[in-house]
């Protein structure tokens, strides 16, 4: 009887032991396949965060293009965040400088997504989308770059248009650079080479 039981708990103990080890299995692959989801799951997460900024960005380079179209100073101005109309004592004057500087009615012919940036710190996030467009008018082509927070939550009132940058096709040659090296907000318009400067974006 002794023996019957001795080969009764061998036989329950390699089943606990077979049992383990077909656990320690299932969860080995559960976590291979969690690890893969996730890593999927970040990336398709990210190529989404991306579009939508690029989207969000050629959201707001058209009601610039629909501004300086209308030759509209104001309409200009509205368009870029509530920070940057608040911080920037002069943007009406770099508004009307500028619906000054774009003689004619143009469209875009071409749209160049340079970057997106993102600053994370404990769950407080920022955005950013920096864009170069080629518009073409009657008088001339002109290259406009953008930078847009399409989200900020240090902080929320700079959501939005945060700088303008524009010159001409004869400006903008090889070697160019754009004078606003510090990404300062606001509008600039650039009409000479500023070789001196180191280009913000590339």
């Known amino acids: 009887m002794m023996k019957k039981d001795g080969a009764l708990m061998k036989k329950v103990k390699r089943c606990i032991i077979r049992g383990k080890r077909e656990v320690c299995i299932l969860l080995c692959v559960m976590s291979v396949l969690n690890i893969t989801g996730c890593d999927r799951n970040r990336n398709e997460y990210q190529e989404e965060q991306t579009l939508s900024v690029q989207e969000y960005t050629d ?3 058209n009601q ?3 501004a300086l179209n209308a030759h509209d100073a104001e309409q200009l101005t509205n368009i870029f965040s509530e920070g940057v109309r608040t911080n920037v004592s002069n943007l009406s004057d770099m508004s009307e ?3 000054e500087f774009y003689q004619e009615t143009g469209e875009i012919v071409k749209a160049k ?3 997106t940036e993102k600053k994370s710190e404990r769950g407080t996030i920022s955005i950013v989308g920096n864009s170069k467009y080629t ?3 009657a008088q001339g082509t002109y290259l406009i770059r953008i930078v847009v927070y399409s ?3 240090f902080d929320e009132s700079m959501k939005g248009l945060y700088l303008l940058q524009i010159t001409t096709e004869e400006v903008h040659v090889e070697g160019f650079k754009w004078k606003n090296k510090d990404d300062d907000p606001g509008i600039y318009i650039q009409n000479d080479r500023a070789d001196e400067y180191e280009e913000p974006a590339n």
């Open 59 to 61: 959201e707001v380079m």
């Open 97 to 99: 400088a500028v619906v």
């Open 151 to 153: 989200r900020n939550d």
């Open 64 to 66: 610039v293009l629909e």
């Open 135 to 137: 518009v073409e008018t």
């Open 113 to 115: 997504y340079v970057m």
